[in-house]
C-alpha cells in the first residue's frame, strides 16, 4: 500500500478508481478522465497535488543559495508572492528535477518539487548549504489542492469569499498568503486557476467546499493529458537526469544573463554541443502516440517523450526529441508496432486557454 | 461485475459467443474496460485473415495504454466491427454490445477450453 494524502478517503468515498503514482496512492480518475479533461478546459476542475512537496527556504543567504542552487535566476523576483520556474541541475547538467520558486522576501522563499523526486531533491539541496546560512525546511505536513479552468478562479471565491480580497490582484505566477494558506495563479493545465497549499486538516473541508461550489474532482490522468496538450514537460519522462535541459524545451528557464552567477550546471550548459530539439508532434493517421516511440525524419531518427490522445484536438499528440534539421511543418513517421504513422512536426504548444494552437488537417 | 453466463471467456479478458451458424464473436470484458479507461482507439483484423488461437490480433487503445488482444481461438476473421472503430467509447459504454471481430473457427473444439462467467470471474478478481 502506497502513502495517502490527506484527501485519501475523499477520492476513495467518491469512487475514484486509485493507482499507484511515485509510491502514493493517488486517483487517476472519478469515472471518465476525458469528461475530467474537459471540465478543466471549459469550466474548473481540482486536483488533490499533496503528494508534491513544499520545501522553505529561509535565512539571509536564501537568495545567492538559490541563485546557486537553480539555473533560472531568482535575482528577478522582486514583488511579493512571484514565482519562477525552473531546473535543478546537476553539474553535469542533467536534471535532478523541475520546480517552482516562490518569492517572499530576500530571506523568505518557497519552492515547490515532484512526488517521486522530493526526497532526493531534499538530500541534494541539504548537500549544497556549507557556506551558506540558509535553513531548508520540508512541509510534508501541508496539502496542496490545484483548481483549474476557466471559472476556477470564481468558483474558489464563491467557495472562499473571505479570500477574494487577498488573491483577485494576483497575476500570472504569482502567489498571495491567505491565513496560513498560499493561493497561488500558477498550474499545470494550461488553464486560469490556482493552486492552494493549506493544513493538511483543512483539505477535506476545503475539497468539500469547492466541490460543493461545482469544481468537479479530476484526477491524474487528465492532469497528464491537460499539461501535455499544453506542451509542459514531465519529469522522468520528458527529462531526467541524463537529458540536458537545452534537448528538453527548458532553454527559457535557463538564466545566463547574469556572468557572474556560478550555478550549478552552468559550466556544462555553456559547453554543451546540441544535437536534439524538443518539438511536437500531431498524428496525421489514426493511432495513438506514447512515449519512447522512434521517430523516423529525413535527419535521423528522434523519439517520443511522452504521448497521448489529445481529446481537446481528438488527435493523438506527442512530446519528442528530434534530430537538429528537422523543422516545423515537416512531416516525419513514427514506428507503432509494426507500423508507420505519419505526422506534423508542430511547436510544442497545443493548446492554451481551452483553444487549439495548431491547425488540424 | 457484469459477466454475461451465455459468454465463455479467456484469461487474457476477452468473451466469445457461439452464434446460430457457427461463428463466434470476440469483444474485450466489461472488467477490461474498465481497467483500461476511456477508449480511444481500435485497430482490428482484417476479414480474411487466418489466426491461430492466442495469436495477437488487435489493439485496444485507451488515453491511458496500448492493450493487444488474443484471438480466443483460432480461424478466419470474417467482420470486423467498423462502428466501433468510428466510436470506440461504444466499449465502455457496453463492451458485450460493442464487438471487435468475428471468427469462423477452424477447430470448433477450442471453445472447450474457454472459461465460463463463474471461473472468468475469479481471473478478473485477481486482476
Redesign the interface.
Known amino acids: 500500500m502506497g502513502k495517502h494524502t490527506p484527501l485519501h478517503e475523499a477520492h476513495v468515498g467518491a469512487g475514484a478508481k486509485m493507482v499507484d503514482f511515485a509510491g502514493w496512492d493517488m486517483p487517476i480518475h472519478y469515472g471518465s478522465q476525458i469528461e475530467e479533461h474537459h471540465v478543466v478546459r471549459r469550466d474548473a476542475g481540482m486536483f488533490d497535488v499533496s503528494h508534491m512537496r513544499a520545501v522553505d527556504v529561509q535565512g539571509c543567504d536564501a537568495q545567492p543559495w538559490l541563485r546557486h542552487l537553480i539555473a533560472n535566476d531568482v535575482a528577478k523576483l522582486s514583488l511579493p508572492g512571484k514565482a519562477l520556474y525552473s531546473c535543478l541541475l546537476k553539474e553535469d547538467g542533467g536534471v535532478i528535477d523541475d520546480l517552482i520558486v516562490y518569492f517572499f522576501s530576500p530571506n523568505r522563499y518557497r519552492i515547490v518539487v515532484n512526488a517521486g523526486t522530493a526526497d532526493k531533491d531534499i538530500a541534494w539541496m541539504n548537500r549544497q548549504l556549507p557556506g551558506y546560512n540558509v535553513a531548508v525546511t520540508p512541509r510534508p505536513e501541508l496539502a496542496m489542492i490545484a483548481v483549474q479552468g476557466p471559472n476556477a478562479r470564481a468558483k474558489f471565491w464563491a467557495a472562499f469569499p473571505e479570500s477574494k480580497a487577498a488573491s483577485e490582484g494576483l497575476i500570472a505566477f504569482q502567489a498571495a498568503e491567505w491565513r496560513d494558506w498560499l493561493i497561488a495563479r500558477t498550474g499545470y493545465t494550461g488553464e486560469d486557476g490556482f493552486e492552494i497549499t493549506l493544513p493538511a486538516a483543512e483539505a477535506p473541508a476545503a475539497w468539500d467546499s469547492l466541490k460543493a461550489a461545482g469544481v468537479a474532482p479530476c484526477g491524474l490522468g487528465a492532469r497528464d493529458t491537460l499539461r501535455l496538450e499544453a506542451g509542459m514537460n514531465l519529469y522522468g519522462q520528458d527529462m531526467d537526469e541524463s537529458v540536458c535541459p537545452l534537448e528538453a524545451g527548458l532553454a527559457w528557464t535557463i538564466d545566463m544573463k547574469s556572468a557572474g552567477r556560478d550555478f550549478i550546471g552552468r559550466k556544462a550548459l555553456e559547453a554543451w554541443k546540441t544535437s536534439r530539439q524538443f518539438l511536437g508532434l500531431l498524428l496525421l493517421d489514426k493511432g495513438v502516440l506514447r512515449s519512447h516511440q522512434h521517430v523516423l525524419t529525413k535527419h535521423g531518427v528522434g523519439d517520443t517523450t511522452s504521448g497521448t490522445f489529445s481529446p481537446t484536438l481528438q488527435r493523438s499528440i506527442a512530446l519528442a526529441r528530434l534530430p537538429l534539421g528537422v523543422r516545423i511543418g515537416d512531416e516525419v513517421e513514427v514506428e507503432i508496432r509494426d507500423k508507420r504513422l505519419r505526422a506534423r512536426v508542430v511547436k510544442p504548444n497545443f493548446v492554451r486557454n481551452g483553444k487549439p494552437l495548431i491547425q488540424e488537417n | 461485475m457484469n459477466n454475461p453466463a451465455n459468454l465463455k471467456y479467456t484469461k487474457s479478458h476477452e468473451w466469445t459467443k457461439v452464434e446460430a451458424d457457427g461463428t463466434v464473436t470476440v469483444g474485450i470484458t466489461d472488467h477490461a474496460q474498465e481497467a483500461l479507461?476511456?477508449i480511444?482507439?481500435l485497430?482490428l483484423p482484417e476479414a480474411g485473415r487466418k489466426l491461430r488461437a492466442g495469436e495477437e490480433c488487435a489493439?485496444v487503445?485507451s488515453?491511458?495504454a496500448?492493450s493487444d488482444i488474443y484471438a480466443p481461438i483460432g480461424g478466419e476473421v470474417i467482420d470486423a466491427n467498423q462502428a466501433a472503430v468510428d466510436a470506440p467509447e461504444t466499449v465502455n459504454q457496453d463492451a458485450y454490445a460493442a464487438w471487435l471481430f468475428k471468427i469462423k473457427p477452424s477447430n470448433p473444439a477450442e471453445l472447450d477450453g474457454l472459461l465460463d462467467a463463474a471461473a472468468y470471474a475469479k481471473v478478473a478478481d485477481e486482476h
Open positions: 479507461g476511456d480511444v482507439f485497430e489493439v487503445e488515453v491511458k496500448a
